[in-house]
């Protein structure tokens, strides 16, 4: 029985559409300021709560993470 935690791949720097969203966010918008700041979350206690084995779960920061 194998209950290793697997998440689903997760890169904020992902291509989402044929261009980038992103860049016509300026860099001190909110939402931009909010996912620096989940970004440099420690989120080792509530990565130990995930219990493994099933199928891949979705990390945690893509349920945090606004762009």
């Known amino acids: 029985m194998n209950n ?19 860049i016509d966010i300026p860099e001190n ?14 989120l080792t206690p ?3 709560k995930y219990k493994g084995g099933g199928t891949s779960a979705y990390h945690p920061l893509m349920m945090l993470i606004f762009l």
Do not use: S
Request: hydrophobic share 45%.
């Open 4 to 22: 290793k935690v697997t998440f689903k791949p997760y890169d904020m720097n992902q291509l989402k559409l044929p261009i980038d969203l992103a």
């Open 46 to 48: 509530l990565l130990k």
């Open 29 to 42: 918008h909110l939402v931009k300021i909010v996912n620096r700041a989940i970004e440099r979350m420690n």
